[in-house]
């Protein structure tokens, strides 16, 4: 959002998805979230120095520490992979989620955005 952090991808996403987890509902404020995955050698950041967060024992989080904004998202389970933000990415709209994820937990005011679910 401001500009601060910078990051680039060096291929296309391998997923897009909307997850409606309630840790990624409290870690960006919103009801569900988009986030495209690549493999992690894929991602870098080339601006600035994320703040971390270590938002479970297997989890960290990466956001701006001057606006906020949600970075990342990275799973010690998945450890080749790196999950960004769709919403930070500077063309979201090329993006949209082909699958949702942890509908389980989806608000019940919540309508799935892809028909694809998986719990």
Not at 16 to 44: E, N, Y
Not at 89 to 118: I, N, S
Request: charged share 25%.
């Amino acid at each position: 959002m401001c500009g601060r952090i910078r990051y680039k991808l060096t291929c296309k996403p391998i997923y897009a998805t909307m997850c409606h987890c309630s840790d990624c509902r409290r870690a960006c404020g919103a009801q569900a979230v988009a986030w495209v995955t690549v493999p992690g050698k894929h991602f870098s950041f080339t601006k600035g120095d994320p703040q971390r967060y270590q938002s479970s024992a297997k989890v960290e989080r990466t956001f701006c520490p001057t606006c906020g904004t949600s970075l990342t998202y990275r799973n010690e389970e998945r450890d080749d992979e790196m999950d960004i933000t769709t919403g930070s990415l500077d063309h979201p709209e090329q993006f949209p989620p082909t699958q949702d994820y942890y509908c389980r937990d989806r608000l019940a005011w919540v309508q799935p955005t892809t028909g694809k679910l998986k719990e």
